[in-house]
């Protein structure tokens, strides 16, 4: 191989990119579109929403009772939550429909309603005076998200209104214990009421939870998009475009052997898919993403090596795909129908917890995922040589096969071309 010949093919190669619009349109303004859309759509958190919820009176206690379902009703009106903007905002907007049940089920299936609470005969006086007061929900049902929603509020909202009624009900129960009974008695009252003592929290990743750092992870789930899409659709079409072109025989006429054409294709496709990935992650930065990079910190000097792999795998593997394809238009097409489902079945641009769970194993053992989590997790988590070194072995020994085959696939298809 010549190192004249290849850099003079890499020129080449990236002047006719230059000219090729559709190239540079999936090279730089698909991934700013996509982003665009993303940072709008996804690293907003949607606000909270305030559910229209009936209630129903069946029952038939509630005059004169010591706390009656219209109290409730009224808790209700008052709960608020604070939005981080310090805007507060109604959690239930409640329409009272009497005793007419029918009339609230029929709007919530008519879906004027996110839920229906029911309020049985005896519910006030079971609560005042001590026994268990029963009430039904309805929750509207067909949208997933606005199902569990009202389903996780309404659930929350009675859990601790029960928890209320029971701590005031043990407070009375007080009142008429013996002052010389056992210290414990008030305890084994709580015991009854509140069997179990849990408490849930949920930690967010620091980064995840701002939008700076939702912003940097797709960021970087862009840049994984470009190598994996424009990688392919240019292994793809290495050969079969110079063939259309009628640029092939000229240039293994000329002083050039056939390693030379595919070196120095290879080499315009990685400064082309490196513009592309800084696109991604400048452009990421220009919206505020939570992007992590110190020349200093030897993990995060590892990402472009990692990068640079996964790159050379998918030219790899669209030279494989170019086995099978006559015509640029025919690679390009099978390229991006083989893209486009690894983009959403991988852990690139999807989390592999979305995914069904045949599917997660594939999905964090792709090895362009692979290269991709690990840069994610080095960019935007802050993790260091422990989130690279693991995988490098493989992205190695993947990097040689899928490129060797990818090699092997290039002579094949030029012996075929000339």
Known sequence: MGLRAILAIAERDVKSTLKDKMALFWLI????????????IWANPPAPVTLNVGIS???????????????VTEIMREVEIETEEGQKIKVFNVIEYGNNTEAALSNLRRGKLDAVVVFPDGFSANVSYGFTARVEVYVLGGNAY?????????????????????EVRIEIMEGYVPPDAPPYVIDWMRGLAWPLN????????ETIATKAGVRGWFSVAMAGVCLLMCGLSIGATLVVEERERGTLRRLMAAPIGPWDLLVGKTLSALL????STLVCLLYGLAWGAHIAWDPLNPARLLVPIIMLMGA????????????????????SGLATAIGWPLMFLTNIWMPAWLLPEGLRWFATHFPLAMAIEAARQVLVF???????LPVMPWLVLFT???????????????????
């Open 29 to 40: 303004v698909f991934p700013i579109m996509l982003l665009t859309m993303s940072f709008l």
């Open 57 to 71: 009176y069946e029952d038939t206690t509630m005059e004169g009772a010591i706390f009656s379902a219209k109290n």
């Open 312 to 331: 050379l795998m998918m030219i790899g593997l669209g030279l494989l795909i170019s086995m099978v394809a006559k015509t640029s238009k025919g690679a």
């Open 272 to 275: 082309w898919l490196a513009i």
């Open 400 to 418: 040689a096969i899928f490129y060797g085959l990818g090699a092997l696939a290039y002579k094949l298809v030029l012996r075929r071309s000339l």
């Open 198 to 205: 849990a408490t849930v929290s949920t930690i967010v990743p």
């Open 382 to 388: 802050g993790a260091g040589l422990e989130a690279i």
């Open 146 to 166: 606005k199902e569990q929603m009202a389903r996780a509020i309404l659930t929350e909202f009675f859990k601790r209104l029960s928890d209320g009624i029971a």
